[in-house]
């Protein structure tokens, strides 16, 4: 049987509120209990910067930084893999940035740590994915294409400084020889982006169909509403960019009115329908929204399996929470059938007794770690 690949060591310096944390693993699940406020989550959000992206809350780099103290944050873990450890970092640059080492050296790039781990995580903020703002949905959708294709993080993130641009320029009123070059930067970035995700619905919607005798949890149908207006889209990278650049050179006069940029791959929301109900998600109960969104993240997760060759580690805050004990021990059972090292957090350690010795627990009191 193939080792399942799992953190072994992870060390936090002036993270949040852990001046310093040191945690020795095995590769079973990894159950956090404590009462709110004492950590719990900030522990998931420093292994959730070891990706691309700003982890699970999004956050700026620079908040990341412990109070009272002139270390700069830092995130270090030792990740056992089948050709052996790989020690991976990353920690605070002076302009607000971060840096990345693995191995003892620097990373050619942020995505260099996606070939040892990927990761994915739910938490109680995302409870009201299916009915808040679509940018929340997108977000999403983008951190599952960023598990499969690392570089998408990036391309999502220069498409937006360059949307940004291009809104400066039509306000000024600026050279249409400067707003064709950003366009085009534009166009490329926005057809990638596109096709990043259309691909990755496409791979996870078929897996979804061939599990969806599973009654454990709900299952998800899902579609992006249309990129252009009249729905029909190009079916290569190069037709989908010079139909951008048209699209954004034609509403020039518009978007300078609006003030924003009115058309592209930013206004995309993901629709997500209860399959076996046939009805929007949006419109289930609290529950089967909670169970809908936990069996996408454990399908996405073995797409990931599949496409990738990594099982990604999964995040887990307080999820256990509004589960009842059948659909706990459900999830508990699903996790364990991926195959991969799991964080789970609660304030109630009795939610976590399922789990047995395939667990190890650890309390979490202000910023400190104990065996539980």
Same mark, same amino acid.
């Given at each position: ?42 522990? +998931? ?10 982890? +699970? ?11 009272? !103290? ?22 605070? +640059?002076?302009? /607000? ?25 739910? !938490?109680?903020?995302?409870? /009201? ?24 993080? &990036? ?28 366009? &085009? ?57 010079? +139909? ?17 940029? !009115? ?20 419109? /289930? ?88």
């Amino acid at each position: 049987m193939p080792m399942i690949r799992h953190i072994s060591r992870l060390r936090l310096t002036a993270f949040r509120n852990y001046a310093s944390a040191a945690l020795d693993l095995d590769s079973r699940h990894v159950v956090l209990t404590g009462p709110n406020g004492s950590g719990k989550t900030n522990l +998931l959000e420093a292994i959730s910067v070891l990706s691309p992206g700003r982890g +699970l809350r999004g956050a700026s780099f620079e908040t990341l930084q412990g109070l009272g !103290t002139d270390l700069p944050w830092a995130v270090a873990a030792t990740i056992e893999t089948d050709a052996g450890p790989a020690d991976i970092g990353t920690g605070a +640059l002076p302009d /607000g940035g971060r840096r990345v080492r693995i191995n003892g050296a620097n990373a050619r790039s942020i995505e260099a740590m996606s070939d040892y781990l990927r990761v994915l995580w739910l !938490t109680p903020s995302m409870d /009201g994915l299916f009915t808040g703002p679509a940018g929340d949905r997108r977000r999403f959708l983008d951190r599952l294409v960023t598990t499969l294709i690392p570089a998408h993080s &990036a391309a999502v993130g220069d498409f937006d400084k360059a949307m940004r641009q291009r809104n400066k320029l039509l306000d000024e009123d600026a050279d249409p020889r400067w707003l064709t070059a950003i366009e &085009a930067q534009m166009a490329e970035l926005g057809a990638a982006i596109h096709l990043n995700r259309t691909d990755s619905l496409h791979h996870l919607q078929g897996l979804i169909a061939e599990s969806l005798e599973d009654g454990s949890f709900p299952a998800a149908r899902l579609s992006l509403s249309p990129l252009l207006p009249e729905g029909e889209e190009p079916a290569t990278s190069a037709a989908l960019e010079a +139909l951008l650049m048209t699209r954004w050179q034609g509403l020039r006069g518009l978007d300078r009115a609006a003030g924003r940029t !009115t058309l592209g791959p930013h206004r995309v929301d993901l629709d997500v329908v209860y399959a076996q109900k046939g009805v929007p998600a949006g419109l /289930g109960s609290t529950g089967e929204q909670k169970a809908l969104l936990i069996g996408l993240i454990l399908a996405h997760a073995r797409l990931v399996r599949l496409r990738t060759g990594i099982v990604p580690f999964l995040l887990l805050d307080e999820i256990a929470a509004h589960l009842d004990a059948d659909r706990r021990r459900a999830l508990f059972q699903a996790l364990d059938g991926l195959e991969t090292q799991c964080f789970l957090t609660g304030t109630d350690p009795v939610l976590f007794e399922a789990l047995g010795e395939r667990a190890q627990s650890i309390g979490v009191r202000d910023g400190r770690l104990a065996a539980a």
